[in-house]
């Protein structure tokens, strides 16, 4: 890794000047919320050497600048509540927090977008678009906490992707600041464009390594009027999952198709006190369908209940939205309390081989002698793997670890599969990235790091290193 200089008194006081005395800081106390994001081991924690919270584009701008002239490095951070410690400053440096960016700044009815500030949550955006008649289609299970402008970073996905696609498919235009410290505006309001490089997706992704997002449009959507959420109850994980396949042969397309297993049903049910419907032994797959009319959602209805049961489901029921998302949202939090630490996987694979890859990970985990949760996007083929350290020792954890990772991902990129679907690389998967991919990819990627930050002081030490 690069060496970098320190954050001297002289330079905390030159931030103090662009931001204000109260939004620069470097005590440790404080700076401690700033040290992790919400990967479950506190081995990837790593403090600050200063933290800024800066409120306008400009004054990013000037601390980009300063740290290129000191050579210092800079980590753009929103909520924290990434999954790969990307926003962990391991090079300790500045934080630079877009907390204060939290102003929705329009929302056009007519032309059907929202501008907003990268510091607001997701789920104001989502209300403030309900509120005007509209549908913000972005959907992260982290939404009550994560912020717009780290869903950009990240191409968050979450449980509309089947339908809607991910982050990047929401959005038609951003202000950043470079690794420079200039400002630019990346995308248009356009439904399409060929002028030129597409570089708004390329820094959609690209998790805080090639700019720092400051503002968003954002595209909105006409309410859904009519909504069902059915969940269907199976006896074992590869039915539930085969049942994505059978739904798109048989031309349905869904919001929705999320996946729990039986062991996460359980964990969540205890977690939350409220009893879950065959919970002894269903595997869940939830299902959001929409349609035009009643008529067209009984139809769809009767179709999905239909298919489900023609393979292998034990029952199918209409389901209480708001507990049935309330459970499916807890998993995080509900199987913490089974193994304080954890490792999360976010594999995904062409939607066709998830059956294959949901067996796989259940095989390989017994194989390495790790507890593992899993719930899935299982529509768009991500499957989130939660495996437990429980009581091993820290040297064993990281033996099994590695033994299983090694495997699953040889299984996996053997799919067409890839390390991530939506958390990303970070600092938590990068050696497994640098050892998984194409090295031409490789070396492409490298090579435009290189070009927009030569200094290397925008997020170092994330998705791959990069030789001076
Ligand atoms: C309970 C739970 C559920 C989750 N569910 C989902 C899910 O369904 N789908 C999903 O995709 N993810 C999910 N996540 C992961 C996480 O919420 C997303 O990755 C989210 O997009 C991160 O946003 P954040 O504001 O917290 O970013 P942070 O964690 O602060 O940062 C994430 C990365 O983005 C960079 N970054 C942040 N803001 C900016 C900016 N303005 N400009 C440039 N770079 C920036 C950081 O440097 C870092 O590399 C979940 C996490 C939790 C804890």
Known sequence: MQKYNPVTPEILAELKSIVGDKFAFADPEKSEAYSRDE????????????????????????????????RIS?????????????????????????????????????AMYMVVQAGVRTEEVQKAAKAAGLFY????????????????????????????????????????VTPLG?????????????????????????????GIITQATLKLKALPQHVIDLLAVFPDVEKAIAIVGHMLRAGMSPTCVEFMDNATVQ???RFLHEGLPQSDVGNYIIIQMEADSEEDLENKTVALDELCTENGALSVLVADSQKIWKAR????????????????????????????????????AAKCGLALRMVSHAGDGNIHLTLFR????????????GAFENELYEVVYRMGGRLSGEHGIGYKRKDLMQRFTDPVELDMMRRIKKALDPGLILNPGKIFDVDD
């Not at 790593?46 to 740290?67: D, N, S």
């Not at 995308?187 to 597409?198: A, F, V």
């Not at 062409?350 to 890859?357: F, G, H, L, S, Y």
């Open 39 to 70: 990967t479950p081991d506190t081995k990837y924690s790593h403090l600050p050497e200063a933290v800024v919270l800066p409120k306008t584009t400009e004054e990013v701008a000037r601390i980009v600048k300063l740290a290129n002239r000191e």
């Open 74 to 110: 800079v980590i753009p951070r929103g909520a924290g509540t990434g999954l790969a410690c990307g926003a962990v400053p391991v090079t300790g440096g500045i934080v630079l927090s877009l907390e204060r960016f939290d102003r929705i700044i329009d929302v056009n009815t007519d």
């Open 137 to 176: 289609a972005g959907d992260p299970c982290s939404g009550d906490s994560c912020f717009i402008g780290g869903n950009l970073a990240t191409n968050a996905g979450g449980n509309r992707a089947v339908k809607y696609g991910t982050t990047r498919h929401q959005v038609y235009d951003f202000e950043m």
């Open 182 to 210: 200039d400002i630019v505006h990346l995308g248009s309001r356009l439904t399409k464009n060929t002028t030129g490089y597409c570089l708004e997706q390329l820094v959609m992704g690209s998790e805080g390594t090639l």
């Open 267 to 269: 964990s969540v049910e």
């Open 329 to 364: 949202k807890a998993f995080t939090e509900a199987t913490r309390v089974e193994s304080a630490v954890q490792s999360f996987e976010d594999v995904v694979v062409p939607v066709d081989r998830i059956p294959e890859a949901a067996e796989a990970s259940n095989r390989i």
């Open 390 to 401: 429980s009581d091993l020792s820290e040297a064993e954890w990281d033996s099994r670890l």
